[in-house]
């Protein structure tokens, strides 16, 4: 299910893929996604795997317009201070910066050039991401490797289940997102689009935007939003791929 999963003219879902399949997309784009995340709160009106299906979707979209396949989301997050939420599972970094950077070594291997590594989770770039780049590049990695989260490109925001991860998911995900966990109650103290919040605090328990960061959802969220950011961030992951190296 997703904006872009259901309407596939071509696989470039990994693991939907046969091996001759996969085989022609390296000839054609040899190029690998790989979406990170976690499984953490993200409000009453989200899902708690939130941040890898969004990432999945984003990059399946990416591949869509510019070629190459999307790994399997990895569901591994670690940090940002969400792990004693009710179904949240944050791990060590430590082990996720020898998985990933065993990975990248056998992308290469495979055949592949270019892989960019987006995370929904954010603190996983600056917590493993990084690391295992350099770990990669250290022990004599030769492909291009991108780590980002979403809002460190061009015009495209971000935030803790708030505005744009809701908007986010009412456009990738639409079937994902109950609005009226919080439009039902508490309407009178609605913010502006623009004015962030920390509803993290235990005084906000009850509150239908408890857990949230950022700015309101309530009446600012939507799916125009996310289909723009979302475009936005893959045109961004486009033209990076077009760069070519110093």
Known sequence: MGAFSDNLKKEVRLEFMRPEQVEEAKRTCPNIYVPFGSIEWHGYQNVVGLDALKAHEQLVGLAVKAGGVVYPPVYFGAGGGHGDWPSSFMVSAAPMVTIVTD??????????????????????????LDTAIDAYAKGGGTMRVLAIVENQAPGVGGDHAAKFETSFMLHLHPESVDMARLDESCREDVSGPDEKKNWMGSEWKGHPCYGLVGADPRGNASAALGRENTERLIAHLEQWLRQEPA
Do not use: T
């Open 103 to 128: 990975l990248l070594k056998r992308f290469e291997a495979d055949g592949y050039k270019k892989a960019i590594l987006l995370s929904g989770h954010y603190p996983n770039r600056s917590q493993y």
